[in-house]
């Protein structure tokens, strides 16, 4: 099963910076690819909110919301994906989630083609 950690999160006064990290891993299998790499956030009682995305060939999207603040960037070697925050403001304080499509092979020769279930999201709060 292929698993992301998120990391980075933490407490910002505004107009701060952070730098999130999500790694991408998997157990008895090999990654041949990951497809789109997209970071969500999510607030209590709303549904995941998209964010920023990245395709395999470094193409990116963003939110109306970040645009101009964040950054979404892939390591393929490393499997991951990051997200840098500028300018933070309160409104950014949600529980940050990425997520991902992969193909990967297991070792009886099998691919299998999926997308990563949720994490446990690293928080991110915006407060003076």
């Known amino acids: 099963q292929v698993q992301l950690v998120e990391s980075g999160g933490g407490l910002v006064q505004p107009g701060g910076s952070l730098k999130l990290s999500c790694l991408v891993s998997?157990?008895?299998?090999?990654?041949?690819?990951?497809?789109?790499m997209e970071w969500f956030r999510k607030v209590p009682g709303k549904e995941h909110d998209l964010v920023a995305s990245?395709?395999?060939?470094?193409?990116?999207n963003y939110a109306d919301s970040v645009k101009g603040r964040f950054t979404i960037s892939r390591d393929n070697a490393k499997k991951a994906v990051y997200l840098q925050m500028d300018s933070l403001k309160p409104d950014d304080t949600a529980v940050y989630f990425c997520?991902?499509?992969?193909?990967?092979?297991?070792?009886?020769?099998?691919?299998?083609?999926?997308?990563?279930?949720w994490g446990q999201g690293t928080r991110v709060t915006v407060s003076s």
């Open positions: 998997v157990e008895s299998a090999a990654i041949l690819r990951m497809d789109t």
């Open positions: 990245i395709t395999s060939t470094g193409g990116t």
């Open positions: 997520r991902t499509d992969y193909v990967i092979q297991t070792f009886d020769g099998t691919l299998v083609a999926g997308r990563t279930s």
